[in-house]
């Protein structure tokens, strides 16, 4: 069974750019959660989507940030217009039943230059 | 707010050696505890979970034990190997709308032959 895959891998691009992260949940997961590491720190909560439905987006930073989940399978993570401080590790994780456990992909890591 | 402590990094030790990783956490609630791991060059796995007080869980020579009257869930293990040189991030769960997971700032293992 194919496990939680995110695209890209890494992605360098300029402040004041665009980047699309992309994940893809196990299937016949309903439940899909973006989370980001920043600076070493800790793993940050971001957003959690209930098929295609946003349960909990108290977690987005600010609105440079745009998720989405078209038809609840792969989900988006949109930065617009991204800034310095946006660097970091984003990663996604699945689950099938609600607070159950997530399995996470490997994550993106975004460099803003 | 609810928030997870871990002991910072790097650690290193040789092999064989006896591992302890401190984790306390603070909760408004009765959370869940989970140790995940992320190796180099992949994403994060759970590791061992332990859902009420005085559980243990346990995977792969890892352990450890949900101490409500501590708050604590310190990870250990008896005879470190050089492939457990990877990232080690203590985590909580709570049942408040969403289930999302809060993870604390992560610990650096480097195990030396």
């Known amino acids: 069974e194919a496990g939680v895959t995110q695209f890209p891998s890494h992605s360098v691009i300029e402040k004041g750019q665009t980047v699309t992260l992309r994940c893809d949940p196990i299937?016949?997961?309903?439940?899909l959660y973006w989370y980001r590491r920043v600076m070493g720190k800790e793993i940050k909560f971001l957003l959690h989507f209930v098929k295609e439905s946003k349960q909990d987006e108290s977690g987005m930073p600010n609105n440079r940030f745009l998720a989405e989940r078209t038809g609840g399978t792969y989900s988006t993570l949109k930065v617009q217009p991204a800034e310095l401080e946006d660097s970091g590790v984003y990663f996604c994780?699945?689950?099938?039943?609600?607070?159950?456990?997530?399995?996470f992909g490997q994550g993106t890591r975004l460099t803003v230059v | 707010g609810d928030s997870v402590t871990q002991m910072e990094g790097p650690v290193t030790l040789s092999e064989e050696a006896f591992l302890t990783i401190n984790c306390t956490y603070t909760a408004t609630g009765y959370p869940s505890l989970f140790w995940y791991v992320q190796y180099p060059g992949e994403g994060l796995q759970l590791l061992l979970k332990?859902?009420?007080?005085?559980d243990k869980g346990s995977n792969k020579g890892f352990e450890a034990t949900y101490r409500k009257e501590t708050t604590s869930f310190h990870l250990e293990k008896g005879s470190v190997q050089v492939s457990d040189s990877a990232v080690y991030f203590c985590?909580?769960?709570?049942?408040?709308?969403?289930?999302?997971?809060?993870f604390g700032a992560g610990t650096r293992l480097f195990v030396k032959a």
């Open positions: 332990a859902t009420k007080a005085d």
């Open positions: 985590a909580l769960t709570l049942n408040t709308g969403g289930f999302k997971t809060i």
């Open positions: 994780a699945s689950s099938q039943i609600e607070g159950g456990v997530g399995f």
């Open positions: 299937s016949g997961h309903d439940n």
